[in-house]
Every structure is written in structure tokens, then in C-alpha cells.
């Protein structure tokens, strides 16, 4: 396996340049300040086109849909093409399967609320206990509507699940299995066409939560099986909003939680109670605009999807070799206990890193490294269940870096400083 992006490049016909790092920083008007960003788990920074496609938004077309003047029909047509791009960036199908919101919780939350209109007492829900609470919470809630909830655990030690745990969980009362992409601790990523297949097989719906995934790789509902997903588009490049892809079938079939006059067959509007903000939607075209621009950034002229995947591509390459800086230093390190895969390897992870050092309260770590300018962060990042069921010696969590590709290596080296120094 070659270890660098050059020589990867090159092997896949040394079509593509090496990595365009400074192509990616410029794009990003936040980067070069001063101000390292690691914790982009929590949110990115947004990318150049993405102010721009708002600016053009609010200058030009921000006036209510729906109208039959000319600024109404533009307007709409806009946040039509900002729902297009969404379609693109999941590989949905069509962009009547994209719900459009403000936070992936909301649209979980939502979702939920569609689909138990269709379900009956006694039905049954399997969620985990490594997931955000976003694909968590909104099932639980469900009890009230005399859905029963299941729990599929990590087993102790392990950061990757279990399906044969899944299996025994899934009953002929099985609606729903609720399940994250890549854990935002563990940063591993999850088998989801395996669980897609075992759940299906159970006659069962599977709901991904792709927020700690999309940022890192082209998410392709299709090829993933998965029935739901959601991402959230602050964290991939662009603005605080969200998208939530439902198989158009499933969504028709869903309840409508819009008003109650709402026609049942209004795809996806029936999900989308109220307006989602038109700007931030037109905006999602920017993060297109941005993947179209990295590809071209390294020799590959494309456009849409093609563009999306190759970018990824480009991404993959490049976070792997953060990941393996990083992890490397930290594998070196006894009093390191690093929670998730070891190895940096991009079919296993995603950048996001986790640990915990012997007898150091996370807390203080992070605190320490804040005023060299260099952000990552402690606690469960609302994986509360999964970090409480860890059981770590200290009160308050792990300390996670999360790298994205316009991370460098000269800032993962000045972390790995850093934390020599504090030992
Ligand atoms: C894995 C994961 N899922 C879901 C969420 C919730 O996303 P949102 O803030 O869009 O509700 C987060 C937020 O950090 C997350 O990391």
C-alpha cells in the first residue's frame, strides 16, 4: 500500500496532481488566521462558494415561494436547485426524497413523528448505544405512542457492532433500526449495507445518521441501503442546515406532520413543517460548487456527482494521512488509551480521534492546548450512552481531534508539540 496521497495518486494512473493544499486552504476564508480548527466534528468552516451562492440568494430572489411572479418562480427554482444538491450529495434518486431542515435532531425528531402515525402499540424500535441522541432520542420518545424500544450495545472493548447482537434484537414487531454511519467518538465506520441487508431480511426500516460520515466521504444512499439518512450541511462545508433523505415510496407512505390540510402525497413538503430557510438552502449548491472546484483543483475535470465522488477521493487520501500522524504519536504513547480503531486506514475511520490519557482529566488537557490556538475538545459529545457506558476513570469524557482535509500535517504535528510538551 503506497503511504502517500502522491503515491496513491499515481497509482490510480497518475491522472490527478498531488494535493492541492494550498488550493484548499484558500477556499476556506477562515483558515490561515491564526486559529487551528480540530474540532470539526462540532462543525467546519464553510467554504467560499457557499457565502457566495448566499449572497446571490438575498440579493436577487428573497422573496416568498410559490407566487407566480417572476422574482417567486426564481426564487423557488433556487431553492429547488439548493434541494438538488443535496439529492446529488446523498445519491438520492430524485430530489422529492431530500427533507430539508435546520439540524439533523429536528429532522430525526420529525421523522420519527411521520412515521408512527403509520405504527401501532407493541411495534418495535432498535436503537444503540453508540449513536449521537439525535437518532436516539426522537425514537425513545415514541414510547408514549406504545412503540417499544430495544437496544443494541456495543460489546466492551469493541468499537465496531455486532450483527449477530442485531440479529437477536430484530422480531416480526421490528419497524425500525436507528444507526449511525461513523461514530463521533470512535470515528469508525459502520458495515451499513450489512445492516441494511439483516434489517430488510427482517422485514424492518433501517435510519442512518450520516453526520460524522458525509463530511469525510460521498455518501450514496443507493449502494448503502439505507431507507433514512441525514447529514448535517455545517459540518460538510457549508451552513447550519440539514437534509434528510427518505426512499420516495416510504415518504409517501409516511404521515404528515405539515398542516393537517397538507395532501398526503406533498413529497417532501408533508415532512417539512414551515419553511426551511431559503438562503441556507440555495447554499447547499456551494458545496458542489466547492467538491466541483476540488476535483478540477487536482487535474479532474467533472461535474455533479462525478465531481462529489472524485473529490472524496481526493479527501479520503489526504485525512488518512492526518489520521495516521496522529494515531501514530499517540500509539507511541503508554498512557495513551485511544478509544476506536488504531489504524489510520480510510475503509475503517474517518479523522476523528479519541482518547484518554492516564490520570489526566480531559478536561485540563484541552484547556491547556486552547491558548496556543489550536481547538479540539472534551466530553460525549451528546454520545452520552456510549461514553457513560465506557466507564472511563475520568468525569468528563475523552479528548476528541477531528481533522477534515484542510487540516494539514504541519497542524497535526504542532498538536503532537503540544501535548509532548504537557507530559
Ligand atoms: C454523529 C452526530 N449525529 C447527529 C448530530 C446532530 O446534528 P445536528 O446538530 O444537526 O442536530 C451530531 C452533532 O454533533 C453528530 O455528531
Known amino acids: 500500500m503506497p503511504d502517500t496521497v502522491a503515491e496513491r495518486i499515481k497509482m490510480r494512473g497518475g491522472l490527478v496532481a498531488e494535493w492541492?493544499?494550498?488550493?484548499v486552504t484558500r477556499s476556506f476564508p477562515?483558515?490561515?488566521?491564526?486559529?487551528?480548527?480540530?474540532?470539526?466534528?462540532?462543525?467546519s468552516q464553510v467554504a467560499q462558494q457557499v457565502g457566495d451562492r448566499i449572497t446571490q440568494y438575498l440579493f436577487s430572489a428573497n422573496v416568498q415561494l410559490g407566487a407566480s411572479y417572476a422574482a417567486s418562480v426564481?426564487?423557488?427554482?433556487?431553492?429547488?436547485?439548493?434541494?438538488?444538491?443535496?439529492?446529488t450529495l446523498l445519491?438520492?434518486?430524485?430530489?422529492?426524497?431530500?427533507?430539508?431542515?435546520?439540524?439533523?435532531?429536528q429532522l430525526f425528531d420529525q421523522l420519527a413523528r411521520a412515521l408512527v402515525q403509520t405504527w401501532a402499540p407493541g411495534d418495535e424500535v432498535i436503537v444503540t448505544n453508540f449513536d449521537h441522541e439525535a437518532n436516539i432520542g426522537p425514537w425513545k420518545k415514541l414510547a408514549k405512542d406504545g412503540i417499544v424500544l430495544r437496544e443494541w450495545s456495543m460489546r466492551p472493548g469493541a468499537h465496531l457492532p455486532d450483527l449477530e447482537d442485531l440479529a437477536a434484537l430484530l422480531t416480526d414487531r421490528t419497524r425500525l433500526v436507528a444507526v449511525t454511519h461513523a461514530s463521533n467518538i470512535y470515528g469508525t465506520i459502520n458495515p451499513i449495507r450489512a445492516i441494511a441487508d439483516l434489517v430488510h431480511e427482517a422485514g424492518a426500516l433501517l435510519c442512518v445518521d450520516g453526520v460524522a460520515f458525509a463530511p469525510h466521504r460521498a455518501v450514496d444512499v443507493q449502494t448503502l441501503g439505507a431507507d433514512f439518512y441525514a447529514f448535517s450541511v455545517y459540518k460538510v462545508y457549508g451552513t447550519h442546515f440539514s437534509a434528510l433523505y427518505g426512499r420516495y415510496?416510504?415518504?409517501?407512505?409516511?404521515?404528515?406532520?405539515?398542516?393537517?390540510?397538507?395532501?398526503?402525497?406533498?413529497?417532501?413538503?408533508?415532512?417539512e413543517p414551515g419553511n426551511a430557510n431559503y438562503e441556507l438552502a440555495y447554499s447547499c449548491v456551494g458545496v458542489i460548487d466547492y467538491l466541483e472546484a476540488l476535483a478540477q483543483a487536482h487535474g479532474i475535470n467533472s461535474e455533479g456527482r462525478a465531481a462529489v465522488e472524485a473529490a472524496f477521493g481526493l479527501v479520503a487520501d489526504h485525512e488518512e494521512t492526518l489520521s495516521r500522524q496522529l494515531l501514530s504519536y499517540l500509539k507511541g504513547r503508554p498512557d495513551v488509551k485511544i478509544i476506536g480503531a488504531t489504524e489510520a486506514d480510510q475503509a475503517l475511520r474517518v479523522p476523528t480521534v479519541s482518547f484518554v490519557i492516564d490520570g489526566s482529566s480531559s478536561r485540563e488537557v484541552v484547556e491547556q492546548v486552547d491558548?496556543?490556538?489550536?481547538?479540539?475538545?472534551?466530553g460525549d459529545f451528546y454520545s452520552r450512552k456510549l461514553v457513560d457506558d465506557l466507564e472511563l476513570?475520568?468525569?468528563?469524557?475523552?479528548?476528541?481531534?477531528?481533522?477534515?482535509?484542510?487540516?494539514?500535517?504541519?497542524?497535526?504535528?504542532?498538536?503532537?508539540?503540544?501535548?509532548?510538551?504537557?507530559?
Open 20 to 23: 492541492n493544499e494550498a488550493f
Open 30 to 43: 477562515a483558515l490561515g488566521r491564526g486559529q487551528v480548527f480540530l474540532d470539526n466534528a462540532g462543525g
Open 371 to 378: 491558548p496556543i490556538g489550536i481547538g479540539i475538545r472534551y
Open 249 to 271: 415510496d416510504l415518504l409517501l407512505a409516511s404521515g404528515n406532520i405539515n398542516h393537517s390540510f397538507f395532501p398526503n402525497d406533498k413529497v417532501p413538503q408533508k415532512l
Open 74 to 87: 426564481k426564487a423557488a427554482d433556487m431553492v429547488h436547485q439548493g434541494r438538488n444538491a443535496l439529492a
Open 393 to 423: 476513570p475520568n468525569g468528563d469524557g475523552v479528548i476528541r481531534v477531528s481533522a477534515v482535509h484542510y487540516n494539514t500535517i504541519q497542524e497535526i504535528d504542532r498538536l503532537i508539540d503540544v501535548l509532548e510538551n504537557l507530559r
Open 91 to 105: 445519491n438520492a434518486e430524485r430530489a422529492e426524497e431530500v427533507v430539508m431542515g435546520a439540524t439533523t435532531t
